[in-house]
Structure formats: structure tokens, C-alpha cells
């Protein structure tokens, strides 16, 4: 049977999903798994700035490392996470910026990050989740992120220009979430990001792509093919490439029987990969792990799982066995 990376990559296509590099290394079923189905590899959270600069001064690449090694030993492709966000700080840079916001503090983990890694990255996000829409100001900008509140929204481009000059052969992304579905808060942030782009695009910023996170909430948001393909139709407009960069399916409210929910899953998993890949621009589709067996959704603060009940989101489950999604992933990658 054809594995997922084959198939994708039959369709022009990257196939691949998150990882740590501790699961990779203690778990030899999971770690074959990966190598075996995948073609592209993301770190869950070990690139990020709360990993590598854990304390000032202090650069810690190792887990990263990690994954680029086993990336390389299986000939997938590496992606890097997230060179600027807003969430988890860490505190002594927060610290920091708020006392003296000095640009080497944006630009230190960019230039470092990407020369470290250079040569071995298919496509940086640069930046991680930039708009909120919910907070009512600047054309949709998280003005509450300690980045806008020390730099404005110069960062943006800031970031970009130190990425390219650091690491020129790497595709830079922004990516973001809450863009998919049929909803007035998703089209609030498709707006904003939009926005986003255009502006960087006029600044000349060297941003190449735009991932959509895809995180689906599809049992208390509706899913609406035209809406989802006309954004990445009008992405597709300003000459960027497309990647889906997090999949996965939250189903704490999907039905209680688990075979129905398990197609109710794979429906709407098929019907968001058709759509994703029907865009030319869409060079590669990542889900946010493979398996259920570590799924980030199992420690949702929204979700309060009822005792014993896991998050079914992934393409495998727990044990390792394909479910429903597979193959609604594999049809789509399949008919592209
Ligand atoms: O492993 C460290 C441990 O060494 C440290 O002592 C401890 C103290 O904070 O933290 C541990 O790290 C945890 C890390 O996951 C690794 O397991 C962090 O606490 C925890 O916050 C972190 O959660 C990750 C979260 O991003 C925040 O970085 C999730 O695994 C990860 O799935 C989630 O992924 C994000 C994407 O990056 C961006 N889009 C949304 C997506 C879901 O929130």
C-alpha cells in the first residue's frame, strides 16, 4: 500500500506532520511510522524561542538538532517553528523588551536560528499567528503581543529581511490560525491577514508563503468549501505558496459513538484536503502529529475530555492503526 508521503508526493505534494524529538527517540513503533508515511517533518516545539532560549545568553538548539538528524538519516524534509511569536515569551524577554526594546532581541533568534540551521530548512514560519481581530485595533493586529507593543508593526517585515539575510534559500511563511471555516471570527482574521500580506508585499518584505494552520473545530463551526477556497485563492493572488502546516480535527463535541465520529472526522478531514490541494499553490499539507497517541488536543483547556476519552483527531490512533482519515487524506492526495 502506497504510504502518505508516496502519495503526496505523486501529486507534487509534501506530506508530513509534527514531532519531538524525545517520541522519536523513546518510541521505535512511532518513530517508524513517521519515517515510513512522511516526507516532511516540523518540530512541535523545540525550535521554538521558549526552547532554544530558555535563558538569556543561553542558545539550546539540541531537540531541534534531534529531529534535522533523523529528517536527514529518512530523506524528509525539515520545516522550521516559529522563528517570532507571541505566545510563550519566554518571561526574561518579555522582561527585556519591556525595559529597552532593542531590535537584536527580535533579530538575535532569527539570525541565529537560521544560520544554525541553514541548509537543512525547507520553510521557516517567521512569524506565528499575528493578527486578533477580537482585540479591535490596527487593521487586525495582535497588539498585544510584546512584539507590536516594543517594535509596532515594523517587526513584520523586520523579521522577514533578517530571515532572508541569514538563510536565503529557505521559503518564509507566515502562518495562522481560526481562517477556515464558515464563520464571522474566521472571516474577521481571513480580512486581517489578507491585510497583512498586502502591506508586507507593498514593503517588499521576502515573505514567500502563507500557512494555514488548520486546526478544524468542524463539530461547532461549519466548514464551507467555497469560503475556504476563495481565501486561498486570493493568498494564491499575492504570489505566495501555500502550505497546511497543523491539521488536525478537534472532536470533544463530535458524536458519542466512536465509529461515527471517526467518519464524521474523515469527511470533513477529505472534503479540507480536496479543497487545500486544489489550489496550484498549495505545495505541502502537515498534520499536527500522526497519531492520537500524542495528539496536543488531549490537554485543550476548552475540551475537559470525559475521563478516558482521547482526542480522535489525527490520522492514526493510539495504537498506531490507520482510522478513517488516512484514507479520506490519502483519495484527496490521490485526485489532486
Ligand atoms: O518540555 C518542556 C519542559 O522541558 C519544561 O520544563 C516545561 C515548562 O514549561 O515545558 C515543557 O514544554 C511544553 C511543550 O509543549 C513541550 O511539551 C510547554 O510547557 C507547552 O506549553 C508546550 O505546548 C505546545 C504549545 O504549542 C506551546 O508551545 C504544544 O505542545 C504544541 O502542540 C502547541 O502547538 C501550537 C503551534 O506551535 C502554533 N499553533 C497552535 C498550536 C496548538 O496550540
Not at 261 to 285: K, T, W, Y
Request: proline share 5%; net charge negative; hydrophobic share 40%.
Amino acid at each position: 500500500e502506497q504510504t502518505l508521503g508516496e502519495l503526496a508526493a505523486a501529486s507534487g505534494l509534501l506530506f508530513g506532520c509534527a514531532v519531538s524529538s524525545d517520541h522519536l527517540s523513546n518510541d521505535p513503533s512511532f518513530a517508524a511510522l513517521v519515517s515510513r508515511e512522511t516526507s516532511i517533518l516540523v518540530a512541535e516545539w523545540e525550535m521554538k524561542r521558549a526552547a532554544v532560549q530558555r535563558l538569556e545568553g543561553v542558545w539550546d538548539f539540541s531537540g531541534g538538532d534531534a529531529i534535522a538528524a533523523f529528517a536527514a538519516r529518512n530523506g524528509q524534509k525539515l520545516r522550521g517553528h516559529a522563528l517570532v511569536w507571541h505566545y510563550e515569551g519566554p518571561d526574561w524577554l518579555k522582561q527585556r523588551l519591556a525595559e529597552a526594546p532593542d531590535e537584536r532581541l527580535l533579530t538575535d533568534m532569527i539570525t541565529r536560528s537560521c544560520l544554525h540551521y541553514r541548509g537543512q530548512i525547507h520553510s521557516w514560519d517567521v512569524v506565528n499567528e499575528v493578527v486578533d481581530p477580537a482585540e479591535g485595533q490596527a487593521d487586525g493586529l495582535r497588539v498585544s503581543s510584546h512584539w507590536y507593543r516594543a517594535f509596532g508593526e515594523g517587526y513584520l517585515e523586520t523579521a522577514f529581511h533578517a530571515a532572508r539575510a541569514s538563510d536565503p534559500d529557505a521559503l518564509l511563511f507566515y502562518g495562522d490560525y481560526g481562517v477556515e471555516m464558515d464563520h464571522p471570527d474566521h472571516e474577521k482574521k481571513r480580512v486581517a491577514v489578507l491585510k497583512v500580506i498586502e502591506k508586507l508585499k507593498k514593503q517588499g518584505a521576502p515573505i514567500d508563503g502563507f500557512g494555514v494552520q488548520g486546526h478544524l473545530d468542524p463539530f461547532r463551526t461549519r466548514f464551507d468549501e467555497r469560503i475556504y477556497a476563495r481565501f486561498l485563492w486570493e493568498l494564491q493572488g499575492f504570489g505566495l505558496k501555500l502550505m497546511v502546516t497543523e491539521f488536525d480535527v478537534a472532536d470533544r463535541f463530535g458524536p458519542a459513538d466512536v465509529v461515527k465520529r471517526d467518519a464524521e472526522i474523515a469527511a470533513v478531514a477529505g472534503r479540507f484536503a480536496e479543497v487545500s490541494l486544489a489550489n496550484p499553490a498549495m505545495i505541502g499539507f502537515l498534520a499536527w502529529g500522526l497519531t492520537d497517541r500524542y495528539s496536543w488536543l488531549a490537554d485543550y483547556p476548552d475540551y475537559k475530555w470525559p475521563d478516558g476519552q482521547r482526542p480522535r483527531g489525527l490520522p492514526y490512533d493510539a495504537d498506531l492503526r490507520p482510522k478513517p482519515m488516512r484514507a479520506a487524506l490519502a483519495a484527496a492526495f490521490t485526485e489532486r
